[in-house]
Every structure is written in C-alpha cells, then in structure tokens.
C-alpha cells in the first residue's frame, strides 16, 4: 500500500510558477510509474505528465508541453511537478498518481494523492 500525500498549488496569476510534490510513504516509490493529473470544474480527469520509475523517461500532454516538468527524487520518496507560464485553462484539482505501467490513462493509477487545487487568474 502506499500512501501519497501532496503538497505546493494555490491561487497564481497568469505567468506565474508553481511547484506541486507528492510525498509516498509506506513503500518506496522507486518501484513505480508516477503521474499527474488534473481535473477541471465539470470536466473529466485529464493526464498531465508521467514519468518512468527511474526517472529516464517523461511525457506529457500536448496542453502542458514546454511549460511543466515533472521529476523524481526517489531517495526522498517524492515527484514533483515545476509548472510555468501558468495560464487560467490550467485551473484544475492536481492529483499525482502511482503505477506500475507506463500510461496516459487514469485507469492504469492504482494509488492517488488526495488532490490540490491550483487557481490562474487572468
């Protein structure tokens, strides 16, 4: 079982920088594929980014592209997500997920964070 515990998002202007962390405990997260995602008022759970247990390998959503970094520090237990140039359509519950697949789909996420809220204003 793990348990993931999220911290960092809140209300920004548009252009600003944010920084979200997922923080594991119970297991090592060094055994998992870690994601974010988001979910916006009246929308579907979207995906964000993922990346690979070792940290090698990223992807991300074509929306976030060239502005959000995701990594991993798998000696703290923790993945991040550096999110810049912020805009309002990034508005949107932030969930960082844990599992054992390389995915874009929620589906695949068998342990999530409790969720954040991240706020761009115009």
């Known amino acids: 079982q793990v348990q993931l515990l999220q911290s960092g998002g809140g209300v920004v202007q548009a252009g600003d920088s944010l920084r979200l962390s997922c923080a594991a405990s119970g297991r090592t997260l060094r055994a998992y594929v870690m994601g974010w995602f988001r979910q916006a008022p009246g929308k579907e759970r979207e995906f964000v980014a993922t990346?690979?247990?070792?940290?090698?390998?990223?992807y991300y959503a074509d929306s976030v592209k060239g502005r959000f970094t995701i990594s991993r520090d798998n000696a703290k237990n923790t993945v991040y997500l550096q999110m810049n140039s912020l805009k309002p359509e990034d508005t949107a519950v932030y969930y960082c997920?844990?599992?054992?697949?390389?995915?874009?789909?929620?589906?695949?996420?068998?342990?999530w964070g409790q969720g954040t809220q991240v706020t761009v204003s115009s």
């Open positions: 997920a844990a599992g054992s697949s390389w995915s874009v789909r929620r589906e695949a996420y068998a342990y």
């Open positions: 990346i690979s247990s070792g940290g090698g390998s990223t």
